[in-house]
């Protein structure tokens, strides 16, 4: 089926990550930065000459577009999903990827900054890599394949679809998102103008993973009311809210139940900033956990302990509020069987392993599942994420793209 297509990922790829496309945590506006519409517009234009012609952005920059059924039978419409921002980790200004042809296991020392330097013995995922084509940025900065090696896969994707009609699938919905680096790339997305029945977000790292879990998530605002009082005549009065802070965050777990100290399935309690005067401090957490029960077992411990220290100070007073940040999508895709499970088998159509994972944060995924579109997480390739360091491989990127096809089919041939 691949063998007389040649594959235009990669050099799609090479092309979208000289577009600067970072996104900003600081910014108010949406998208967060107007040059995250330089690529989409690039994206509507080849989408077009393809001849997907409903391909088009809105004012939020989102980019909407079908690929039409080829087939007779009713089958649900799968959308493709991935996000054109880079994270503001690492510079995304002039990104020069080098493409290294046929790696032989070598350190890979970037040009722009020697110190710089891809290692085998570090990234040990490079030892599958051995024989391919490897492309980097040149040191100076990220190389962008979060999420531009899905964006390039999914445009390969409609690329090879138009060309081989023959291939049966139902009608497909591709969806370029802004922002998601920030944790707002699904806050304008028109759920009924995409028309998707299941979807898949192409953001995740080794050929063959993919990922159905994402953390369950909550913030906790911590207002801790001292008592003020002249400094030089507060004897027996002044009871200063900084210094309850301090004790609080003193005891809180050092060797458990922190992000310094868990990997894997475990959750923790992570202070991420602290405000305040004598008067009044704030600090805010935030809560992870992989079952939602967990999270609350986390709140009421963080909860017990900053009363008991509060207890050491009757005249304080704090008050304590809790958000629902995101829930963990397996709880939706568990009631959405096929989602997973034909993606499993797509993976193994295209000759690869499958390795289900989970990821120690939220997608853009995560949250579509709990707008309705149950939607898990495919590999696209991405290694070494938001570092200079960055790479992705052009043979993995192809595998991407065929499992995506091999999944489109699959959803046909099961309705
Ligand atoms: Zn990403």
Redesign the pocket.
């Known amino acids: 089926m691949f063998s007389d297509y040649t594959f235009t990922a990669a050099d799609r790829f090479l092309r979208y990550v000289q577009i600067d496309t970072q996104s900003d945590p600081q910014s108010s506006s949406f998208p967060s930065t107007e040059k995250q519409k330089d690529l989409s517009r690039i994206l509507v234009e080849e989408l077009r000459q393809i001849g997907i012609a409903d391909a088009h952005m809105d004012e939020w920059g989102y980019v909407y577009a079908t690929i039409a059924s080829t087939t007779d039978k009713k089958v649900p419409v799968i959308c493709f999903c991935a ?1 054109v921002d880079t994270a503001s980790d690492c510079s995304g200004t002039n990104v020069k990827p080098i493409l290294h042809k046929n790696y032989r296991g070598d350190d890979i020392v970037l040009p722009d900054d020697k110190t710089q330097v891809l290692k085998l013995t570090e990234y040990p995922y490079l030892e599958k890599q051995i024989g391919n084509d490897i492309i980097t940025a040149s040191g100076a900065t990220l190389l962008g394949s ?2 531009k090696a ?1 964006v390039a896969e999914i445009m390969d994707l409609a690329n090879f679809l138009q060309s081989n009609k023959e291939i049966r699938h139902g009608e497909i919905k591709i969806l370029f998102t802004p922002d ?2 920030i944790g707002k790339g699904v806050a304008h997305v028109d759920m009924k103008k995409l028309g998707a029945d299941y979807g898949y977000t192409l ?1 995740g790292g080794e050929k063959g993973s993919l990922e159905d879990e994402t953390f369950s998530a909550d913030g906790v605002q911590l207002i801790i009311h001292g008592v003020i009082a002249h400094p030089g005549y507060a004897k027996g009065k002044m009871i200063n809210a900084m210094k309850i802070a301090g004790h609080i965050l003193d005891a809180l777990p050092k060797d458990r139940l922190t992000p310094e100290s868990t990997e894997g399935k475990r959750g923790f309690i992570h202070p991420v900033r602290v405000e305040g005067v004598a008067e009044k401090c704030e600090i805010d957490f935030i809560i992870r956990d992989f079952e939602t029960p967990g999270l609350k077992k986390k709140e009421d411990f963080l909860r017990t302990l900053v009363e008991e220290t509060l207890r050491l100070h009757p005249k304080a007073s704090f008050e304590y509020i809790v958000t629902e940040q995101y829930r963990n999508m397996k709880e939706v895709l568990d009631l959405h069987p096929r989602v997973v499970d034909y993606a499993k088998e797509a993976i193994e159509r295209a000759g690869l392993e499958m390795k289900m994972e989970s990821i120690r944060g939220g ?1 853009d995924g995560s949250r579509l599942s709990f707008m309705g579109l149950p939607c898990a997480n495919l590999f696209a390739g ?1 290694q070494a ?1 938001h570092s200079k360091l960055e790479f992705i491989s052009v043979q993995d990127m192809n595998k991407a793209v065929e499992t995506m096809v091999h999944l489109v089919q699959i959803w046909e041939e099961k309705s």
Request: hydrophobic residues 10%.
């Open positions: 996000h979060d999420d899905g998601e680096e953001d997608t991405e994420i």
